[in-house]
C-alpha cells in the first residue's frame, strides 16, 4: 500500500491554545478521515517556528524539515494543504519552493501535491463557490449571536482582492447584512462604516477573519485600548458584541478545508490514471 502524508502548513503562531483549537482540530480531522496518514504541523515563518519550539514541547517544523522526516519514513506521496484563507504572498512563495522541488525532483516522492487556501473558486463555470460556502459557513456558526444583527469580518491582512471579492459576494446576496474590512489594506474601516450606514443595523457582531483567535488579534478587536474595533465602533454610536474565535476554530470551516484536501488527492490521483493510461497506449503502440 502507497504510504501517504499529509502536511498541514500555516504562517504560524506562538499561541499554543489558539493553534491548537484550530490546526490541532484540522489535524484530528484529517487523522480520522485517513487512518495511518503520516501528519506534519509546519510554519512557514522560520521566525514563529523558532519561538515555538522554544516554548513548547509540541515541535513544529519548517516546510524542508517536514519533507525530510517524510522521506526518511518511506513516505511516497505528500498532499499539502495550505491552513490560509488566500492566496498571499506567503502562500506563493511556498508553493513556488514546492514546485522547484517537483521540478529537481528532490527527496524522490512519487507525488507532491499542493492544495488551495479557503477562498480560491469564485463559483464559475460550474466549479465550487468558496466564498459562498464560507459566508454560509460563518452564518452558521454565529447565527445564534447574530439575531437581529449586522455582521462585520475583520481580515487581519492587506491588499488582497479576496477580501474586496468576498465583500462583494456578500452584498449580491450571500448576506447582505455582512460588512468586511482589513486591518491595513482595502476595504477599510472606514468603508466598513459605509456600508454599515447604509444597512442601518444598530447591533453589531465583530467575527475575526483570521484562521488563528491569537490573544494579540482579540485584544485588537475587543480589549479596553482606544483603538480596538469595539471602542471605534462605540464611538460610531453601534451595540457592539466580539466573536471571540479564529475562524479556524469554526468546525464548518475545518470541513471546507478538508474538502479542498480532498479534491487535491482526486484530482492527484486522476493524473496518476491518466499517465498510467498514456503509458499503457505508449507500450501498445511500441509492441505493434
Known sequence: MTKQGIIIVSFGSVYQDAVEKSIGAMESK????????????????????????????????TLQEALQSLRAEDIEEVYIQPFA?????????????????????????TQIAVGKPLLTSLGVKNYADDYTATIEAIV??????????????????????EF???????????????????ANGFPNFKQALHILNRISYQDILVVPLALIGSTHLMD???????????????????SVSIWNEGLGENPY??????????????????????????????SVRSLA
Open 164 to 182: 474586496s471579492a468576498l465583500q462583494l459576494k456578500c452584498l449580491y446576496g450571500a448576506a447582505p447584512n455582512m460588512v468586511v474590512f482589513t
Open 30 to 61: 484529517v487523522k480520522s478521515i485517513y487512518g495511518d496518514v503520516a501528519i506534519r504541523r509546519v510554519f512557514l515563518s522560520d521566525a514563529l517556528v523558532e519561538k515555538w519550539n522554544e516554548k513548547y514541547d509540541t515541535r513544529v517544523m
Open 140 to 161: 452558521k456558526h454565529v447565527s445564534t449571536k447574530a439575531i437581529d444583527k449586522a455582521i462585520v469580518l475583520m481580515a487581519n491582512g492587506q491588499n488582497q482582492l
Open 253 to 282: 470551516i475545518q470541513e471546507l478545508f478538508l474538502k479542498h484536501l480532498s479534491q487535491t488527492m482526486r484530482m492527484a490521483e486522476r493524473r496518476r490514471s491518466a499517465c498510467k493510461s498514456e503509458d499503457s497506449v505508449a
Open 220 to 238: 485588537y478587536l475587543g480589549g479596553d485600548r482606544s483603538d480596538s474595533i469595539y471602542a471605534l465602533l462605540t464611538e460610531e454610536g453601534y
Open 85 to 109: 484563507l488566500v492566496s498571499d504572498q506567503c502562500y506563493q512563495q511556498m508553493r513556488k519552493q514546492v514546485m522547484k522541488m517537483i521540478h529537481t525532483r528532490e527527496y524522490g516522492f
